[in-house]
């Protein structure tokens, strides 16, 4: 293979607890630590390690976003891709838009392979692969948990609701990873020093003339229904009595 | 006025419980206009179990060899080309759901709206985002088909007892050759309920330790009828299979009893678990987040209290 490209969306950390504005208006950002989503450092593991394996040549980094998405380009040139493109812009996008806008630069890159994660862990929708590989007309496999390239084809083992599934794909095709594909490499300090000098592309979104009109606006953004405080036990003959007086269990 | 088309999923002999809660949301959308898509090889049978579900106008059968399996990128096309006629098109929010909606939407040039929890009009909703750390209100564009997946744990089962007419249907559209199932692995043999609908849930974490201790979680889980789950960190470590993860990225489960064994609470974890009716967690770190939302916590070694539990339930 010639080139695997590599999205990687720029979310805020998994470990960071998210707060709400009080007014309903969204989430809060100012000052949050940001990093590659989980699944998209998955996905650029897995697109290293086949390159490490001779199987393609080049690996692609791409993000679309704001300015700041530069950070999370530079962490994936560190970990290993060999040069990064930016979409810039300010808007947030829908996932059909992001697909739009990944189709374009599909169109440019000719890449074999799409990878990305199967879900951004800020909106949680699960769309992006499926969409760029319905407007490539290409295949797509999704919760790829194992991937393997064999000349023109590519068999995934898919983590479905029913166990596991594999698929057999033709190449060009769009993967998008889940959490046991690999377990990501660490960045080591010099290849953060390397990475400044790969090619870090900038295009602007207007130029790609994308119709990015939006289907869906967000009305508010409130917190989840609480649980009511919950009671302590002091042995298993407590629970037991607990759960049998709520009728949970017979007795 | 709104129509929507669910589409069903099955595994060719057995409709999915995940199809009877769309009917419940789709109810609430278009009242009695739902009608369900049933491809399949084979589908009689599976059609007329899904004419069964009560609040069924119309099942569309729509059978053909390719359709043997559930490979998104060949229902999508037909799906698509069904899609025209409806003002809505549903699917549940399973890794079924997940693979195909998106895909559909797409060839259909709309966006796609993941996990509906609630209804509030025909083109607004509630979804959540941040793994369940909040929550939107939605509202779509009227002028566009709304592709969707339904949070399959919002929703009860539509009742059974419906009689709709089942019609064949053809469609035009042109089916790709460039994906091919190969094969289903599947861990469970079936003797264990459902996750996605068992009515009590234990589920055992890191804590448990080894797939061999994971026998506690089972005889446990024998003794109550329920069903097995896991963390993520059980099935990373290989305690158990994949199927068995309840969270973010595994199975959002509902049921009236859940209890967590050995799992610390992360908030991933936490938001596949939300709508249980009863939490219980046995854990001995008494700073543990899981108790932070259980509704009854035990803090103790589970090596001494899962047995002593399993054996007080009487037989
Ligand atoms: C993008 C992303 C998605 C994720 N999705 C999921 C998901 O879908 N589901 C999920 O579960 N996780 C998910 N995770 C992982 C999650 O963050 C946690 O790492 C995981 O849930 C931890 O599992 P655990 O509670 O079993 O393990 P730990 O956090 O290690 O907790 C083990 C617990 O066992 C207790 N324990 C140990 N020994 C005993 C004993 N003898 N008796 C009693 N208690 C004991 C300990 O006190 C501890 O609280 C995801 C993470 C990321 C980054
Ligand atoms: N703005 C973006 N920039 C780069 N990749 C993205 C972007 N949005 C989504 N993706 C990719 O699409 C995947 C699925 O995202 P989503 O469909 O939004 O859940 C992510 O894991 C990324 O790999």
Known sequence: MQRILVCLKRVVDYNVRVRLKPDGSGVVLDGVKMSINPFDEIALEEALRIRERGEVEEVVVASIGTSDSQQQLRTGLAMGADRAVLVETDAQLEPLTVARTLLALVDRENPDLVLLGKQAIDADNNQTAQMLAALWQRPHAVFVSELSIDGAAATAVREVDAGLEVVEVDLPAVVSSDLRLNEPRYVKLPEIMKAKKKLLETIAFAELGIDATSQFSVVSTDPPPERAQGIRVDSVEALVAELKSRGLVDG | ?315
């Open chain 2, 1 to 315: 006025m709104a129509e929507v088309l669910i589409v069903a999923e099955h595994d060719g002999a057995t409709l999915n419980a995940s199809t009877a809660r769309c009917v419940s949301c789709a109810e609430e959308i278009a009242g009695d206009q739902v009608d369900i898509a049933v491809f399949a090889d084979d589908g009689q049978a599976l059609a007329a179990q899904a004419a069964k579900l009560a609040g069924v106008r119309t099942v569309l059968l729509i059978e053909r060899a390719e359709n043997a399996h559930p490979v998104a990128a060949v229902l999508a096309p037909q799906l698509a080309a069904l899609a025209t006629n409806y003002s809505h098109v549903l699917g549940p929010s399973t890794t079924f759901g997940k693979d195909l909606m998106p895909r559909t939407a797409a060839l259909l040039g709309v966006g796609q709206l993941s996990d509906i929890m609630a209804v509030e009009s025909p083109y607004r909703f509630k979804r959540p985002i941040y793994a369940g750390n909040a929550i939107v209100t939605v509202e779509a564009n009227t002028g566009a088909t709304l592709v969707a997946t339904v949070r399959t744990a919002s929703y009860g089962q539509t009742g059974s007892g419906g009689a709709a007419a089942i019609e064949r249907r053809e469609t035009d559209a042109s089916i790709p050759a460039h994906t091919r199932f190969v094969e289903l692995r599947t861990a469970s043999d079936g003797s264990r309920p459902d996750l996605q609908s068992a009515t009590k849930i234990v589920s055992g974490g890191r804590g448990v330790g080894s797939g061999e201790n994971f026998a506690l979680i089972y005889d446990l889980a024998e003794k109550l009828g329920a069903a097995v789950g896991a963390s993520r960190a059980a099935v990373d470590a290989g305690y158990v299979a994949n199927d068995l993860q309840v969270g973010q990225t595994g199975k959002i489960v509902a049921p009236d009893l859940y209890i967590a064994i050995g799992i610390s609470g992360a908030i991933q974890h936490l938001t596949g678990i939300k709508d249980a009716g009863t939490i219980v967690a046995i854990n001995k770190d008494e700073d543990a987040p899981i108790f932070d939302v259980a509704d009854i916590g035990l803090v103790t070694d589970l090596f001494t209290a899962v047995p002593e539990l399993t054996d007080a339930l009487g037989d």
